[in-house]
């Protein structure tokens, strides 16, 4: 069974930075992709970033995000991490990370669908 955890949530001012990480344990598959998705209030749960768990080609979503969040990955430590910088408020929310398999060199998705296993979430929350 595959398990999850995010931590590195927090209290954070505007313009600042923080990193999520997500450590996977019970993953057997040999490629996989790790996606961070994010449920802001008032809003449905939105794809944010995604990585290939070898640390490939990772996938921003759109212009606003792009520049300011990046996924990574240490596939010998089985751990994604979201890098965010130049937090704003709008970014104030529980951010859960994904997993699901990945044909190495394929290029990961931001469609929940694809992927199989879900954490908890880690509520970050962008504030003065």
């Known amino acids: 069974q595959v398990h999850l955890v995010e931590s590195g949530g927090a209290l954070v001012r505007p313009g600042g930075s923080l990193r999520l990480s997500c450590a996977a344990s019970?993953?057997?598959?040999?490629?996989?992709?790790i996606a961070w998705f994010r449920q802001t209030p008032g809003k449905e749960r939105e794809g944010v970033s995604c990585?290939?768990?070898?640390?490939?080609?990772?996938?921003t979503r759109d212009d606003k995000l792009k520049g300011r969040f990046t996924a990574s990955a240490d596939s010998a430590k089985n751990t994604g991490y979201l890098e965010m910088n130049h937090l704003d408020n709008d970014d104030t929310g529980v951010y859960f990370c994904a997993v699901g398999p990945l044909p190495a060199r394929y290029f990961c998705m931001l469609s929940s669908s694809v992927y199989d296993y879900w954490g908890q979430g880690t509520q970050v929350t962008v504030a003065l």
């Open positions: 990585v290939g768990s070898a640390n490939t080609n990772p996938y």
């Open positions: 019970g993953v057997t598959w040999d490629h996989y992709a």
